[in-house]
């Protein structure tokens, strides 16, 4: 367990980069992932000035080890104290999980921790402590990897697997420590979205709505959400990953009643937060256009924690469009 401090009579701010997944490609104008994680972050942190950044994993494509040295020494470069879970990205293919795990762990401000080795990679949880008196707690789970299977089609695919009762069981353990801390809340974060994402999506929805024409940012104040739940914010643009076992883990959490949030990325497209028997299921915004993207879909989501836990969890849009348009036609990259 991992502990940081909030300064008494002030909020935390944990600021969360969703899916940086950094990759060779150039995007249409000459904009590439590398540059448009740096200019959403710096615009990111010039209005919340973060006490810890977190990324929801996919941290790089998992074909290139420089990729992987960009992306940690930039998170390291930017003088606060940061972690991350670890994405699907993170193990398939040619990504070699426990170097990236040893780069992490020879950086000087990332918090990370493997956990047990029989649960996957990356098991812990980062204490908020005001005056020695816990107020909220990150949980960070591995959402593994996908298992490729060859579909009806004759064509290999790839499937999410489920959280493992190994896993569900170190999760009550550390729900059930904080309790005994006289900790507050908890928040979950892991990259892969559980089952109730889509369940709770399509039950706060206004079924009618055209989303093609709702911007993210607008969606909060559009009348897209049924009775209960105006509350909600984002828009999600693409359907869903997800396992249908991982219900298990939510019907654990509202058991518990402890975990006010969980946050997840994977899905680019996607941003909505929606509050669901107790628990706001929050899809972090994307940053920047690793992997694939919309340009709509960009920011990191910002969460506010006071003395007595979770107060706000918002996005904070940076408009790829405008960095596209200002770009278009000057032949240069966007640089900071
Ligand atoms: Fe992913």
Not at 62 to 76: A, V
Not at 113 to 142: K, N, Q
Not at 257 to 265: A, D, E, L, M, R
Not at 268 to 280: D, F, K, L, P, Q
Request: charged content about 30%.
């Amino acid at each position: 367990m991992f502990k940081l401090q909030k300064k008494p009579g002030e909020d935390f701010t944990l600021i969360i980069l969703g899916d940086p997944q950094l990759d060779y490609e150039i995007y249409g104008n000459e904009l590439d992932s590398k540059n448009l994680v740096r200019v959403t972050v710096e615009e990111v942190m010039r209005r919340t000035t973060p006490d810890l950044i977190a990324t929801t994993g996919d941290l790089a494509d998992e074909y290139g080890r420089d990729l992987y040295e960009d992306i940690i020494s930039y998170m390291d470069s930017l003088e606060t104290p940061w972690t991350t879970v670890m994405g699907n990205h993170d193990q398939e293919g040619r990504a070699d999980t426990p170097e990236i795990m040893r780069m992490l762990k020879n950086t000087e401000r990332c918090i990370f921790d493997e956990g047990p080795e029989s649960l996957g990679y990356g098991h812990f949880t980062i204490v908020i402590e005001e005056e020695g008196r816990p107020v909220s707690a990150l949980i960070l789970m591995d959402s593994h990897r996908r298992q490729k299977f060859i579909n009806e089609r004759g064509k290999e695919d790839r499937y999410v697997v489920p959280f493992t009762e190994g896993q569900i069981d170190w999760y009550r353990g550390q729900v059930e420590m904080l309790k005994e801390m006289g900790c507050p809340d908890s928040t979950l974060l892991f990259h892969i979205p559980l089952w109730e994402f889509r369940t709770a999506w399509k039950t706060a929805l206004r079924v009618k709505y055209q989303l093609d024409g709702v911007l993210p940012w607008e969606a909060a104040d559009f009348n897209i959400w049924n009775e209960g739940y105006e509350d909600s914010f984002g828009v999600n643009y693409e359907g869903f990953a997800f396992h249908p076992e991982s219900v298990k883990l939510f019907d654990v959490a509202r058991e518990l009643g402890h975990t006010k949030n969980i946050i997840c990325g994977h899905d680019h497209e996607n941003c909505a937060s929606v509050t669901y028997h107790g628990i706001r299921l929050t899809y972090c915004l994307k940053t920047g256009c690793g992997g694939y993207y919309s340009a709509k879909v960009n920011g990191c989501t910002a969460v506010t924690i006071g003395a007595e836990g979770v107060k706000d969890v918002r996005h904070e849009y940076v408009d790829l469009r405008r960095l596209w348009y200002s770009n278009r036609g000057k032949g240069d990259k966007v640089t900071i």
